[in-house]
């Protein structure tokens, strides 16, 4: 059977599309919103370690900045395509509406595999790509963020240069960074916990005990081993978690039905993710296929890795027992399969909802720079348990009240709080 390929900018339009008729919204209002308000293509020239000069395509893509200036993440990925950051850079508009941060939305992307690369040429990438966005970016501008196989080291690279360029500190130009060099505490925690926070209140509002409850995770990279680490201390027991193995070029599931001990799996696991497939088979690990992950028996499944991994062919292997989908992972479910969900009746908590810690903090790193004084761990977190649990409890308590969709009564708030920004601003 041939497989059916989805473009995540397709699906960020029709999702937008299908909330935009609900809610009747006006024709210039959606024109604008449906798509990026600038795009920028381009291309960096690298010196690489053996002497010769490779060729990057990047891209940056502001989608919407009518509530503050934009912000999003730049991934480092060989698949990159233009859609995909087109779509990211609207989901990160409803991100930060959803959480009402003054922030707007985009993204960026070089397609380069890092696994390939000398930290050298990988430093020398990063400042040929600021050289070329040096002007539209910036703290009232746009500020980017670590994404897919970015960290902060090679944001700090970025803002390095970019204060090279424009000869001042400006440590609001990026966020994601290394703790003392103007990154947040609980930056590295926020994404993962944010998931986490969610998924506590929508298990409350369904009135199940977390530590009675089984999950299964795709991705075991920075989003997926926080949300595992705090998912585990609440008391919920992990099943399995797949990851991709950059060796083979296929994905493996780790299975152990006895719970997972998170900090042993996180022991043998590499920087990008990839966990030591013949270390964690002499553990005792069950080594399944990639796709195993969605098909086991658990209350929770938290798609953590990629787009488009929940699709009518994955979903088919569901097992019934599923209660929960909670997004980690940015765009992980096809429109397609929001349809089935629907009819089995499965609670989701969406993904510009769901892992909207990690721009929060984000956040929280920018309005710590600006003061010049740095917040403890505890004050961070608390902060983010905040703002997250009062974002569920406004769309969790939508969709009740208006009998919506969870990814619909998200998308109800956050257009309508963008779209105001824009008719405030005389824009429309
Ligand atoms: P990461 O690079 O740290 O980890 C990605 C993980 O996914 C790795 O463990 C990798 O092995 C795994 N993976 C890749 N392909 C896979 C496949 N086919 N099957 C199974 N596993 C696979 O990335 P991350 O920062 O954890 O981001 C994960 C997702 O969360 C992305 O969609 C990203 O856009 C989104 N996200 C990240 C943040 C953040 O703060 N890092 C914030 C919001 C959303």
Not at 35 to 51: A, C, L, N, W, Y
Not at 91 to 99: D, G, N, R
Not at 101 to 106: M, S, T, V, W, Y
Request: glycine share 8%; charged share 25%.
């Amino acid at each position: 059977m041939e497989q059916k390929t989805y473009n995540p900018y397709v699906t960020a339009q029709t999702q937008f599309d299908q909330v935009a008729d609900k809610i009747g919204l006006d024709q210039a209002t959606r024109e604008l919103l449906r798509q990026p308000s600038r795009e920028f293509h381009v291309t960096i020239p690298v010196k690489m370690d053996d002497g010769t000069t490779k060729v990057f395509n990047g891209y940056r893509i502001q989608h919407n900045d009518a509530r503050g200036p934009a912000k999003g993440g730049i991934r480092f990925h060989p698949q990159e395509t233009v859609d995909t950051i087109r779509a990211l850079s609207m989901w990160m508009t409803w991100k930060c509406a959803v959480v009402d941060i003054p922030l707007g939305g985009a993204k960026g992307g070089i397609i380069c595999d890092p696994h390939n690369m000398s930290l050298g040429e990988q430093e020398r990438l990063c400042r040929g790509y600021v050289r070329q966005l040096a002007k539209v970016m910036g703290p009232v501008i746009d500020v980017p963020a670590p994404d897919v196989m970015t960290n902060g080291q090679h944001m700090l690279w970025m803002m390095d240069e970019y204060e090279t360029i424009h000869g001042g500190h400006y440590p609001g130009t990026i966020t994601g960074k290394p703790v003392g060099m103007g990154g947040s505490l609980g930056r590295k925690e926020a994404t993962g916990y944010g998931v986490i926070y969610t998924l506590r209140e929508a298990l409350k509002a369904l009135s199940i005990d977390i530590a009675s409850t089984t999950a299964s995770i795709q991705g075991f990279g920075n989003v997926a081993e926080h949300a595992a680490r705090l998912y585990t201390k609440l008391g919920g027991k992990i099943i399995a978690i797949s990851c991709w193995d950059n060796n083979d070029k296929a994905s493996y599931t780790y299975r152990n039905k006895n719970g997972i001990d998170v900090n042993q799996l996180a022991s043998i696991k590499d920087a990008f993710g990839t966990i030591n497939k013949q270390k964690a088979i002499d553990l005792g690990y069950e080594l399944l296929d990639g796709n195993e992950w969605i098909a086991q028996d658990v209350d929770i499944i938290l798609p953590c890795a990629l787009e488009n991994q929940i699709t009518p062919e994955t979903l088919a292997k569901i097992s019934d027992k599923v209660k929960v989908i909670c997004e980690g992972a940015n765009g992980p479910t096809t429109p397609d399969s929001d349809e089935i969900i629907k009819e089995k009746n499965i609670y989701l908590i969406p993904d510009f909802l769901c892992n909207a810690g990690g721009v929060t903090c984000s956040y929280f790193e920018q309005v710590q720079c600006n003061m010049n004084y740095f917040w403890s761990k505890e004050e961070v977190l608390e902060k983010l348990d905040q703002k997250m649990t009062s974002a569920f409890h406004a769309v969790h308590n939508l969709s009740k009240e208006k009998n919506l969709y969870m990814r619909d009564a998200a998308y109800v708030i956050a257009i309508h709080r963008v779209a105001e920004a824009v008719k405030l601003r005389g824009w429309i």
